[in-house]
């Protein structure tokens, strides 16, 4: 892998493969990254930085006990994330592979889950009762919590495919609510070469149509799986 010189390795299911959180006996919750951290100092091994997908719903915290429910408390997500960043975005973070330079801690991704739109993923919608807007939004709230952090990104939707509908309801709701956003992902799956730059042309087509979009045309646009 090392040999590809990768700038980024993404890492998905961080929250229920890797077991990052359980309760304590008064019922708070606890977090244990040694496990994942194994996997981050496979990908800093390959001189790489990781980029990882938030998710997906630690069992514990989910309302219909699900890997894709969304939470009970919005806090405790929120608490999550925070401590995920905190965990990996820290000045002082030392990893089972030692401590490392900042440039090595600096500009990591965090994308916020993963094909919220899928069903198998929990069939998230931009608005409503299961809203990834929530979603992000907590997400965003839990990230600029973190403390004693250096310069990280956060961003999504990451859905499916590059829809429309789903960037512009989505970035509607980054205005109306003020959050930050520092990258517009997705996925996209297609043998064609030419497809993958029509997504671009796409997507920079559908940020000039209306002038409230135009501080979002020169984000990273990132299609996360290929």
């Known amino acids: 892998m090392s040999g590809l010189y990768p700038k ?3 890492l998905d299911h961080i929250y229920d493969f890797y077991e990052v959180v359980t309760r304590d006996s008064s019922n708070n919750l606890k977090f244990d990254f040694s496990k994942l951290d194994k996997t981050v100092c496979d990908i800093y091994n390959t001189g790489a930085k990781p980029f990882f997908s938030l998710g997906y719903m630690p069992q514990t915290i989910s309302e219909d006990g699900s890997l894709i429910g969304k939470p009970k408390n919005w806090n405790e997500w929120t608490f999550l994330v925070q401590k995920t960043v905190e965990h990996y975005s820290s000045k002082n973070t030392v990893l089972p592979c030692g401590a490392m330079e900042n440039f ?3 500009n990591i ?3 916020v889950w993963n094909e919220p739109d899928l ?3 929990g069939k998230w919608k931009y608005t409503g009762a299961k809203s990834y807007s929530d979603l992000y939004f907590f997400s965003v709230k839990g990230a600029q919590q973190a403390q004693n952090i250096l310069p990280y990104k956060i961003g999504g939707p990451v859905t499916t495919a590059l829809y429309k509908n789903w960037i ?3 970035l ?3 205005i109306a609510n003020n959050l930050r956003i520092d990258f517009i992902s997705w996925h996209h799956y297609s043998k064609k070469t030419d497809d993958y730059t029509q997504d671009i042309i796409n997507l920079n087509k559908w940020l000039g149509e209306d002038p409230k979009y135009d501080k979002y045309e020169n984000l990273p646009k990132i299609i996360s799986e290929w």
């Open 168 to 170: 512009q309801k989505f």
């Open 109 to 111: 991704y965090y994308e």
């Open 119 to 121: 069903e198998s993923f």
């Open 104 to 106: 090595w801690k600096t």
């Open 172 to 174: 509607d709701y980054i």
């Open 8 to 10: 980024y390795i993404r």
